[in-house]
């Protein structure tokens, strides 16, 4: 009864809460995503363009293991990747999948180890698959941008330790100079801002050094004068090393005029934000929270943000050293935008590559960057960050909120039979390894299918100390009892009973101890990390649970201990 009565207080106090609460002081949400695997790639790669053309996913060039360019492209179709032969390399170039079509490659590096830049175009026809050797660019390029302008024409610019122009490609063959840039700039953004006219900006020079000037981005156009946007001052672009599609981030509507764009800044305290552009205009977006802190540290490595219009979101995709994908969307449409951070399970086979959109809103990575140029991955990854009900829909009128109160009610007084039932009869062990609920986490009644003897409770803890220590099993935030069991070859009893007798602890209590000793390391390692930001890294289920864990393990808050534990 007790919990029915709580469960019931609980939903009543969210439900007046929902109708008081003003939208300005929800919290970000936090959700962990599950993932797909696809088939791999057939050459490993970095530095290659990813696309849809047509309903083909698509990757061309980029470098194979060695750091040497491939003259190689694949499609993805009938559950499987085919190879096909570009007629250039095109390491670090770019691809502009065109309104005709077909899709424009030039430029990239001109020999291994991503050295020098070349002019190479050609033409890439899906319907056929097989690529075309036109014509060269007006300058040699490489980590630069393009862009197609209503006209069917596109603007090029941007250049990697070399000189930097912008230049028109007719859409056709040819390859022309407009005029110099007022800053030499690398991988820079290239964004609409009229039927026929763009402006250029990036946070790199072609060198790659950080910030063209030390207080302020010159914003170039196609057509016009350079101009200063104040707003960059405070808010710089994030900065990118790998050519990108700017469309990937437009939200606006070509058809009605209308040339918008979502882009993420961070400022000097490293704060994560987004940026509207309309026209030349350049807008903060006004956020129902901040970005969450774990998405605000230096070890975090971003990738270009891409833009689902059609469900009016925007994700901003981050790699961590843990290998866990984050994923922070933004619901752009609405005057207070909602923000939402995803984050995987530890992802072993995934680094750092170019994300793109499927058709059911969910974001694929292929290939990418693990710790070394020299060794690409060749892994393919759906993450689903598109849910069942988008969260944009989520939100119910204020009658509907009552019907769902009357749901929640029925549905805890079923729970709370359920569960009573389920006790009085069967008590078995809660096997969940964070569990925000303190008495449940305590609550752990063992029921042996079999007795062990001493020998083969030390060889079974042996083999799981083994599993955590080389898989670490306990970064997965959900890993449960059954889970390490299945591992180690053994029954779940079984295996409760060794850690029970041996380690004289719960399942959960085990499993925190090494999350917690993870947390330490993380907290070592990097003195300006917050130990807020370490929870998630740890393989926590939330931050309650970490710092519940910590202080009962090490005697100390996690702020206690890493001030005591500087160097």
């Not at 596109?154 to 990697?160: A, D, L, R």
């Amino acid at each position: 009864m007790r919990l029915f009565l709580t469960c019931v207080l609980f939903v009543t106090m969210l439900s007046f809460r929902a109708i008081a609460q003003q939208p300005d002081t929800l919290g970000c949400k936090t959700m962990r995503i599950e993932t797909e695997q696809l088939p791999d790639l057939n050459i490993p790669r970095y530095g290659h363009c990813i696309f849809f053309a047509g309903d083909e996913l698509t990757v061309i060039g980029g470098h194979t293991t060695g750091f040497v360019p491939t003259a190689t492209a694949e499609y993805f179709s009938g559950g499987s990747w085919h190879t096909v032969y570009t007629v250039y390399t095109h390491d670090h170039g770019m691809a502009v999948p065109m309104k005709s079509g077909k899709v424009l490659i030039c430029g990239g590096a001109n020999e291994p180890l991503g050295i020098g830049q070349t002019y190479t175009a050609e033409w890439y026809n899906p319907a056929t698959h097989t690529f075309e050797g036109f014509g060269s660019m007006d300058m040699k390029r490489s980590n630069f941008s393009a862009t197609e302008i209503d006209s069917g024409r596109v603007v090029i610019s941007g250049n990697w330790y070399s000189d930097d122009c912008m230049e028109l490609f007719d859409g056709q063959k040819t390859f022309s100079l407009v005029k110099e840039v007022a800053a030499k700039r690398s991988c820079p953004y290239i964004l609409r801002t009229d039927v026929d006219n763009v402006m250029i900006f990036s946070s790199l020079d072609t060198k790659h050094i950080s910030g063209i000037r030390p207080d302020s981005i010159i914003v170039d156009q196609l057509w016009g004068e350079p101009f200063h946007a104040p707003l960059l001052d405070e808010w710089r672009p994030l900065a990118y090393d790998i050519p990108r599609i700017s469309d990937y981030c437009f939200i606006g509507d070509a058809t009605a005029g209308d040339y918008a764009y979502l882009l993420p800044v961070k400022n000097a305290e490293g704060q994560i934000g987004f940026v509207k552009t309309q026209g030349t205009d350049f807008n903060l977006l006004s956020t129902t929270c901040a970005v969450p802190k774990v998405f605000q540290g230096d070890s975090i490595l971003y990738h270009f943000p891409v833009v689902d219009r059609q469900r009016g979101r925007g994700y901003l995709v981050g790699f961590s050293p843990s290998k866990r994908v984050y994923v922070l969307c933004v619901d752009y449409t609405e005057h207070l935008a909602p923000m939402t951070l995803y984050y995987t399970d530890p992802l072993p086979n995934m680094g750092l590559c170019w994300p793109v959109l499927n058709d059911d809103g969910n974001l694929i990575l292929a290939g990418g960057l693990d710790n070394s140029n020299y060794y690409p991955l060749k892994s393919v990854l759906v993450l689903r960050v598109n849910p069942d009900v988008p969260l944009l829909a989520t939100r119910a009128s204020f009658p509907w909120l009552w019907f769902g109160i009357a749901l929640a009610l029925v549905a805890a007084l079923l729970a709370y039979l359920i569960i009573y039932r389920a006790r009085k009869t069967t008590p078995c062990e809660d096997d969940r390894t964070d569990e925000p609920d303190e008495a449940n986490e305590t609550q752990e009644t063992i029921e042996l299918e079999a007795p062990v003897t001493d020998v083969t409770d030390e060889a079974l803890l042996q083999r799981v100390c083994q599993l955590m220590e080389e898989q670490q099993l306990y970064l997965n935030s959900g890993l449960k009892l059954s889970d390490v069991a299945m591992e180690a070859g053994c029954n779940r009893n079984v295996l409760s009973a060794c850690i029970n007798n041996l380690r004289h602890c719960s399942f959960s209590q085990f499993i925190n101890t090494y999350r917690v000793e993870h947390a330490k390391q993380l907290l070592c390692s990097n003195p300006d990390v917050r130990a807020s930001e370490v929870w998630m890294e740890s393989g926590f289920a939330n931050e309650t649970t970490f710092f519940r864990a910590f202080k009962a393990i090490v005697g100390m808050t996690p702020s206690e201990w890493k001030s005591r534990n500087q160097l």
